[in-house]
């Protein structure tokens, strides 16, 4: 379905773009604009910027722009209408017409099979928890600690040991066995058993809450036998693009102003237990980009708690590049001396030991030094110059005015004077500039025929006359991304020129090829500092040009029709004729056009 254009443009009237854009990135002021590292390309220097005057958005790197709700529709790879939903709910805009068949605008008919063979899955394996043969399993998790309220908020279950069994249930329900397998719900061995059979279940959600899949945990260690079974990827399933427990973090963790990211299920759910329900998991992988675009948009302080082994704590080195290139605020909660992960700290020290031991926060700079010097043996001269080298790069990144004090640490432990780590910092940084920060990507040279156009287009959105001047002369574009603009903005145009936000709103609902690069470049035309808005005979030059360069093109067509089989110098007698006729216009052309900057200049 699709919503009416105008709602659209009633909901983006009360909304602030860059309130929406810092939901998920952090927003810097300047002037009158807001910039950003652009979430939409391996952005090192910001490169998007964001007008509240103009309510858009654009990257000048990668070119992605458009409006508050298709931001959230790039960044969440979302359809358009559940953008326009998520945008409505979060500035409490509220009509009836957003009421209208809510599942059809945030589903994907293609997925919906597979979702709902994983509900009723779900609901399989509750059924198992609460059997005779789930008793062993209700003991367990009660013996854990895990009460009825804790396991419904889980929706924590049991898959029978009779795996067949629960095939044979999804196919009685009407799911297709292709589904079943595609979710890889069946064990690779023998594709009638379910492969999680005889084990506990945690339910992994997406970030809309959505059971994309499961995990399975032994009630005892078998020997030959994995703890934890996942779900193998699947049309829904990315391990390394979910967090667990997300979806039930986001208001949570608004109002603590910070969320723990922790390694597993079972810790997740002693902070719960502990009144700490803001807590997500990694499940065990390396963070991703995923991960990363997922903790930018909670924006608030990531606590990072991984297991205090050399593993976890290389984990958690590994996170300080990236989370700090996306400039995610973080910490990390070190304690040299334990062992026990969080759900063990909980059953023996109690919820206060727990809290505890998560408020034993450092910065990353404080981590950084305290990791190097557990992992690196300072005795030797090589071994303390290798953490040296481990460390400039990571004080190179700091405020200049923490420098000092990091590098005399550094001296400290490692004996080399303040001077020599200076020189080498400084050396360190000049040879590593980044070019990024002088780097802006050169205005495209448009030839004559496409600059004409495109002054044309952009004052079609300023005044009636530029729109006349189209109707009446220039009839279409020769550029093709630019002609389909203009088609779109002759649909919606009546009295008045529509506006830049109900064009895009219209090319978002009516969908088509092209139609994100259409909106970038609508976004590019709205930024264009160099396009003066023109008055009646600046705009009969720019008609003037085009039909230049139009003439041009025709006799290029002709000249090749006029070449074609003849010999090779009858060819070259005729392109040299050709070109001394259209050399003098080729020359008033240009002259032309160099007024014309004149004027824009002026």
């Known amino acids: 379905m699709n919503f009416d254009r105008q709602l659209i443009d009633d909901l983006l009237k009360k909304t602030d773009i860059t309130n929406i854009v810092s939901r ?100 399989y394996y509750h059924f198992g928890l609460a059997s005779e043969e789930g008793k062993l399993a209700r003991d367990y998790l009660l013996k854990r600690g895990l009460d009825l309220p804790i396991l419904e908020t889980f929706k924590i279950g049991y898959a029978l040991k009779d795996g067949v069994t629960t095939i044979q249930y999804l196919i009685k329900r009407g799911h297709l066995r292709n589904v079943i397998e595609s979710l890889g719900i069946t064990a690779s061995s023998n594709q009638q058993v379910d492969r999680l059979a005889g084990r506990i279940i945690f339910p992994i959600h997406n970030r809309d809450g959505r059971v994309v899949g499961f995990s399975g945990r032994l009630l005892d260690n078998i020997e030959g036998q994995a703890k934890y079974v996942n779900s193998t990827d699947s049309p829904i399933f990315t391990k390394g693009q979910i967090l667990y427990n997300y979806h039930q973090v986001k208001l949570a963790s608004k109002r603590a102003g910070y969320v723990y990211l922790m390694e597993g299920f079972m810790d997740v759910i002693a902070l719960h237990r502990a009144n700490i329900p803001q807590a997500i998991a990694l499940m065990g992988t390396a963070v991703t980009s995923q991960h990363i675009k997922l903790l930018q948009s909670l924006g608030v302080e990531i606590r990072i708690c991984l297991d205090q082994d050399e593993a976890g704590q290389t984990a958690m080195m590994k996170m300080i590049q990236p989370l700090s290139k996306a400039n995610v605020a973080f910490r990390f909660v070190i304690a040299d001396q334990e062992t026990r992960d969080a759900d063990e700290i909980l059953l023996t020290d109690g919820e206060k030991g727990l809290t505890q031991y998560l408020n034993h926060l450092v910065p990353k700079m404080d981590f950084s030094f305290h990791f190097y010097q557990k992992v690196l043996p300072l005795t030797s001269t090589e071994q ?219």
């Open 24 to 123: 998920y990135i952090p927003v810097t002021k300047k002037g009158r604009n807001f910039v950003a590292l652009c979430p939409f390309h391996d952005d090192k220097n910001p490169s998007l910027s964001i007008s509240p005057d103009k309510q858009i958005f654009k990257c000048f790197v990668c070119g992605t722009g458009g409006s508050a709700i298709t931001f959230v529709q790039n960044f969440e790879k979302i359809t358009f209408p559940l953008a326009v939903k998520k945008v409505a709910d979060w500035v409490g805009f509220t009509d009836p017409r957003l009421k209208m068949n809510d599942q059809s605008i945030q589903r994907d008919e293609k997925l919906e099979p597979f979702f709902k063979c994983l509900e009723d899955l779900l609901e």
């Open 384 to 602: 303390r110059v290798s953490f040296i080298n481990r460390m400039l790069p990571l004080i190179a990144n700091t405020p200049a005015l923490e420098q000092i004090d990091y590098l005399k640490r550094l001296g400290q432990i490692t004996n080399f004077a303040l001077k020599d780590l200076q020189a080498s910092l400084q050396s360190l940084q000049t040879s590593d500039e980044n070019y990024f920060d002088t780097y802006r990507p050169e205005a495209k040279v448009l030839n004559r025929l496409k600059r004409a156009e495109k002054a044309i287009l952009f004052n079609m959105f300023q005044s009636q006359d530029a729109i006349a001047l189209y109707q009446a002369d220039v009839k279409f574009f020769h550029d093709d991304i630019y002609r389909q603009i203009a088609n779109y903005f002759m649909e919606i145009y009546q009295s008045d020129p529509p506006d830049h936000q109900s064009l895009i709103n219209h090319i978002s609902l009516t969908g088509g090829k092209d139609q994100q690069k259409i909106i970038n470049t609508i976004a590019e035309l709205m930024t264009e500092k160099n396009l003066p808005r023109a008055d009646k005979q600046q705009l009969l030059d720019y008609l003037k040009t085009l039909n230049e360069e139009r003439d041009k093109l025709v006799k290029t067509h002709q000249m090749k029709v006029s070449i074609a089989g003849k010999s090779e110098p009858e060819q070259a007698r005729i392109i040299k004729e050709l070109h001394k006729q259209a050399k003098p216009e080729l020359n008033q052309g240009e002259n032309q056009d160099e007024n014309q900057e004149k004027n824009a200049k002026k």
